[in-house]
Nanobody, 124 residues
Framework: QVQLVEYGGGLVQAGGSLSLSCAAS????????MAWFRQIAGQERESVAA????????SYGDAGKGRFTISRNNARNTVSLQMNSLKPEDTAVYYC?????????????????WGLGTQVTVSS
């Protein structure tokens, strides 16, 4: 079992930066691929980024390419998402997710555990 709690959401102006963190509990955190998804109001949840067990392989969905960076610290059981040059269209609830499989996936059904999400609002 892995429990996930997201931190760091809030209100930021367009062009600004925000860093999200996800704290995980569970002995096998280091054996899970971790990911960030987001859900814009009225839309389906979409992939932002994923990172492999050891942190050596990152992958990005269309939502995260170019401006966002995912990282993890297995010693602290955390995964982070650095978001730069934020735009109003990045406003969404951001979710942390974990899967026991090897490698990232852009599909929500591939993930076994989810946090409750944190709201990010980007003002214009």
């Amino acid at each position: 079992q892995v429990q996930l709690v997201e931190y760091g959401g809030g209100l930021v102006q367009a062009g600004g930066s925000l860093s999200l963190s996800c704290a995980a509990s569970g002995r096998t955190f280091s054996r899970h691929t971790m990911a960030w998804f987001r859900q814009i109001a009225g839309q389906e949840r979409e992939s932002v980024a994923a990172i492999s067990w050891g942190g050596g392989r990152e992958s990005y969905g269309d939502a995260g390419k170019g401006r966002f960076t995912i990282s993890r610290n297995n010693a602290r059981n955390t995964v982070s998402l650095q978001m730069n040059s934020l735009k109003p269209e990045d406003t969404a609830v951001y979710y942390c997710a974990a899967r026991a499989g090897i490698g990232g996936s852009q599909y929500t059904h591939d993930y076994d555990y989810w946090g409750l999400g944190t709201q990010v609002t980007v003002s214009s």
